[in-house]
């Protein structure tokens, strides 16, 4: 393959307030094959680690140059760091704007937008000289206790890899490349570089690798970057199953899978497994290790060829953009990006509770928000004055400007509203001390003389971050004190939320009429959450994950984060919404709820059967069902409305959740306005993973799609009859009587023999379950050894 410039890099974004890249290359030719042909073995293999902390390893001698190329974190904004490069994010990193992260993205359930965020970090990206962008995140938030959920889009592999997909396509657009992280199963941070995630393949197939196969089959990330962690005792850094038989051969990814830092225990075992690139660099110390297996015979040079040219390809691809970055001094346009921040937030922004709260003078009810005015209105907690913004770790931001909720406020208001910090953001519980009760007293004057109060609440940096889970899903005990002690002055408080995952509301949100989650918001948040308080923007966030009573009702408790090196994942496939459902229990907010300032109507909500459901295992199928349902705004304020389509087979050989999301649409309507949405859903919306035939299958019969705004706010369904596929399993000696029974074909004779007198009547509850081979040995059924050979025949034909 010859990669040459050729490629039109994207044209500089924007004017106003700009910041230049550092790029300093200029515009070459890369021969992938003819440089690959000319590197020796040693140079093959100093390719497959890092030169430095995030360069690529170059090539240099008269007749054969490879330059190394820089990857640098994201995932919601660019984390190049200027001086003394480290992974925990400890030195500087040049001015970027800071997206929010992935917790609020996906609660936007919008797909286009994130392919503008997407475009967006792409080009910034790109004119700081930087090949590849290491993000998103798309791993599984199964339990809230993780301490990088903020990292993350959902509990649901649809919203992460539709997301995904969306924000990868938006990067790669600019001529950079994304790595698609962290494959696979990472779901906690604690004990995260060798726990072994121990899950059944029907688990990892339904819940844990979907998002990843969506990503990669719908926008081929350059890079795939693996996790930590081992996945059933093996390193996923040396997992052969995982990145070569699954990513590779299944899903045919074409790109170059590089490690997590320092996620590589063994060298040789990984390149045989199909990692290519090894980072950071080792100072040359597994390159040699490559060298001597392949002089030893233990590794074909082959297969060090085969990840060779992975980086090169890489190199290769990178090149054109960020040579024409450089040679035409491109910049990004600071200013419409902090304003794309600002919708993202807003969009991202979920409003959770918004009650009625009678007028002492007319005795009409009202909800809380959006505030008419800013009169009579007050601030109460340091958040408001003090942002947290992003989470802790490797994807820390270096944000061109930062927007704080009380300036903003005062700005669009022209208002000065009064403040009281309330509590400290150190994250020390100051509990009952001096300091602390005098903060509280002087916010309790505050609410007393106001109209309405914002209670701004969160979760401190120190509670959640990368390295390390969270203890509990606990708000910071002084903070919730100050709620306590202003909700008992002033009925008329509204929360407003800053945390990277779902926090425990149970014990406080009864203070508080109105309730508004606002994640991690960004540079842009505090603005954001303004504009969504006083009404410039109509709350359409919904929930990407359930916000549980008590972290004892989460389907992980008691199987996280595991012990002695080992996680298990007791409750399989349901994780997330499908256990509460599955269970009728009680949350406190469900997956995919989130209120609006207007309302909508679903009417004719109809499913219709377009084809036979076979190729399964084909995800990019033409549509099997089509779901159609009209939705109108019924209030006074445009809104958007997300429609969300679960799936259930009530009848199955196997388990199956109640009802899973399998399609979304975000709507837009003025109001009185109607739309009539249309979703289709393919074979693989249908099947599941089997887990003896081991693929995807559809069994025939009724499915129940429904159609709602959440998972526990259906508004209509509709039952539809798919021919499947044929999923007997043959039968064999060890299978049951009552399979047997159940065969189309033999299942007539052999429930003869059984209710025809040959077994009595107090024994036909226990031979069910015994297998044939018993039976026969038994003189049972009225066959021995011959007759079952014969039955077996017959049943396989």
Same mark, same amino acid.
């Given at each position: ?297 233990? !590794?074909?040079?082959?297969? +060090?060829? /085969? =990840? ?5 390809? %890489? @190199?290769?691809?990178? *090149? $054109? &953009? ?116 005098? !903060?509280?007293?002087?916010? +309790?004057? /505050? =609410? ?5 109060? %914002? @209670?701004?609440?969160? *979760? $401190? &940096? ?138 909508? &109507? ?196």
């Amino acid at each position: 393959m010859t990669i040459e410039e050729t490629t039109e890099a994207p044209a500089a974004a924007g004017s106003g307030a700009a910041v230049s890249g550092s790029a300093t290359t200029t515009s070459r030719a890369f021969d992938v094959e003819r440089t690959l042909a000319a590197l020796t073995l040693e140079e093959k293999a100093s390719l497959l680690s890092g030169l430095d902390f995030w360069t690529t390893q170059p090539v240099g001698r008269d007749d054969v140059a490879v330059p190394g190329v820089m990857v640098t974190d994201g995932p919601h904004g660019l984390r190049k760091q200027a001086e003394s490069p480290d992974h925990l994010g400890l030195g500087t990193s040049v001015p970027a704007t800071c997206f929010p992260p992935a917790a609020t993205l996906g609660s936007t359930w919008d797909p286009a937008l994130l392919r503008r965020v997407g475009e967006a970090l792409g080009r910034e990206t790109r004119v700081n000289d930087v090949a590849v962008l290491l993000g998103p995140g798309i791993n599984i938030k199964r339990s809230p206790l993780n301490g990088r959920n903020f990292e993350y889009l959902s509990e649901d592999p649809v919203i992460s890899g539709e997301l995904g997909a969306a924000l990868v396509a938006g990067i790669q657009s600019q001529g950079v490349g994304t790595s698609l992280k962290h494959f696979a199963a990472n779901n906690q941070e604690a004990d995260r570089m060798r726990v072994s995630a121990d899950v059944d393949e029907r688990t990892l197939r339904e819940i844990y690798l979907p998002g990843f196969e969506r990503v990669v089959k719908r926008a081929q990330p350059w890079t795939v970057m693996c996790s930590y962690n081992k996945i059933n005792d093996v390193y996923a850094s040396q997992n052969h199953w995982l990145l070569t038989e699954v990513l590779r051969d299944e899903w045919g990814f074409e790109g170059l899978v590089v490690s997590d830092w320092g996620a590589v225990r063994d060298r040789v075992a990984a390149v045989a497994a199909g990692l290519d690139l090894e980072m950071p660099a080792t100072g040359g110390r597994t390159d040699a290790e490559v060298v001597a297996a392949v002089r030893a015979g233990t !590794l074909d040079e082959a297969v +060090v060829d /085969v =990840a060779a040219r992975r980086v090169l390809r %890489l @190199v290769a691809r990178s *090149l $054109p &953009a960020l040579d024409a970055a450089a040679a035409s001094g491109e910049d990004f346009d600071v200013d419409a990006h902090h304003a794309l921040a600002r919708e993202a937030a807003a969009a991202g922004t979920v409003l959770l509770k918004n009650d009625a709260v009678l007028d002492e003078l007319d005795r009409q009810g009202a909800p809380l928000l959006p505030l008419a005015s800013a009169e009579g209105v007050a601030v109460v907690g340091e958040l408001a004055r003090t942002p947290r913004y992003q989470g802790a770790g490797s994807s820390q931001v270096n944000p061109t400007r930062l927007d704080d909720a009380l300036s903003a406020l005062r700005t669009a208001t022209g208002a000065e509203v009064p403040f009281a910090a309330g509590y400290t953001v150190d994250g020390a519980d100051a509990g009952s001390g001096t300091d602390a009760d005098a !903060l509280r007293d002087e916010a +309790v004057e /505050v =609410a007393r003389a106001a109209g309405t109060v %914002l @209670v701004f609440l969160g *979760l $401190p &940096a120190s509670y959640e971050s990368e390295g390390f889970d969270r203890a509990h899903m606990d708000l910071p005990a002084e903070q919730v004190a100050v709620l306590e002690a202003v909700a008992a002055v002033n009925p008329r408080v509204v929360v407003v939320l800053a945390n990277g995952s779902a926090v425990s509301v149970a014990s406080w949100q009864r203070l508080a009429p109105a309730v508004v989650e606002g994640w991690l918001g960004g540079q842009a948040g505090g603005s954001a959450v303004a504009d969504v308080l006083l009404g410039a923007v109509n709350p359409a966030g919904r929930l990407a994950e359930t916000i549980p009573l008590r972290l004892e009702d989460n389907p992980s408790y008691g199987n996280f984060p595991g012990e002695l090196g080992h996680v298990r994942y007791g409750e399989g496939l349901l994780v997330g919404y499908r256990w509460y459902d599955a269970r009728r229990a009680d949350v406190a907010y469900p997956f995919g709820h989130g209120l609006s300032y207007t309302t909508f &109507a679903y009417d004719g909500v109809a499913a219709e059967v377009l084809r036979p459901a076979s190729g399964a295992d084909d995800d990019a199928d033409a549509a099997v069902v089509r779901v159609t349902v009209t939705v109108t705004n019924t209030g006074e304020r445009q809104g958007a409305e997300v429609v969300q389509v679960y799936v259930g087979d009530p009848e199955s050989q196997v388990q199956r959740p109640e009802r899973e999301l399998k399609a979304f649409a975000k709507v837009d309507l003025e109001p009185g306005a109607s739309r009539e949405v249309t979703l289709d859903l393919v074979g693989r919306d249908l099947a599941y993973w089997h887990p003896v035939l081991r693929r995807w299958v559809v069994e025939g019969g009724e499915f129940v799609v429904s159609v709602g705004s959440s998972s526990r706010d259906l508004r209509g369904a509709a039952t539809v009859v798919v021919e499947g596929e044929d999923v007997r399993l043959p039968l064999e000696p060890l299978s049951t009587v009552a399979e047997a029974m159940a065969h189309p074909v033999v299942g007539p004779r052999v429930q003869a023999l059984v209710h025809g007198g040959a077994v009595a009547d107090d024994m036909l509850g226990m031979i069910g379950d015994m297998p044939l081979t018993v039976v026969a040995d038994f003189g049972m059924g009225g066959f021995d050894r011959d007759g079952l050979t014969a039955l077996l025949a017959e049943a396989n034909g």
